[in-house]
């Protein structure tokens, strides 16, 4: 991977594929606290079902986890050396 380098010897830290890396565990992120939120009720004595699914239990923590776990690997990620 090519590292951009300008006058004054500035070359920076991350590359191309870092910050693609970056903006997908960004969107995995907030995909997981979309679908970790709602669920509940207005009414405290009505218990809602809801709260308690597999979206919710399941799908939304792997989602977070998925997000963080690669937004480590876009920060460590180093390149191909040339």
Same mark, same amino acid.
């Given at each position: 991977?090519?590292? +951009? $380098?300008?006058? @004054?010897?500035?070359? %920076? ?7 693609? +890396? /970056?903006?997908?565990? &960004?969107?995995? +992120?907030? !995909?997981?606290? +979309? =679908?970790?939120?709602?669920?509940? @009720?207005?009414? %405290?004595?009505?218990?809602? %079902?809801? /709260?308690?699914?597999? *979206? *919710?239990?399941?799908?939304?923590? =792997? =989602?977070? !986890?998925?997000?963080? !776990? !690669?937004?480590?690997?876009? &920060? /460590?990620?180093?390149?191909?050396? $040339?």
């Amino acid at each position: 991977m090519e590292q +951009l $380098e300008d006058k @004054s010897g500035f070359k %920076p830290v991350f590359g191309k594929v870092n910050y693609i +890396l /970056m903006g997908v565990g &960004i969107i995995l +992120l907030a !995909v997981g606290y +979309l =679908l970790l939120s709602g669920g509940g @009720s207005d009414d %405290p004595n009505v218990f809602n %079902p809801a /709260m308690f699914d597999s *979206r *919710r239990l399941v799908w939304a923590p =792997l =989602l977070i !986890v998925t997000g963080f !776990v !690669v937004e480590i690997v876009a &920060i /460590m990620y180093k390149g191909k050396k $040339e």
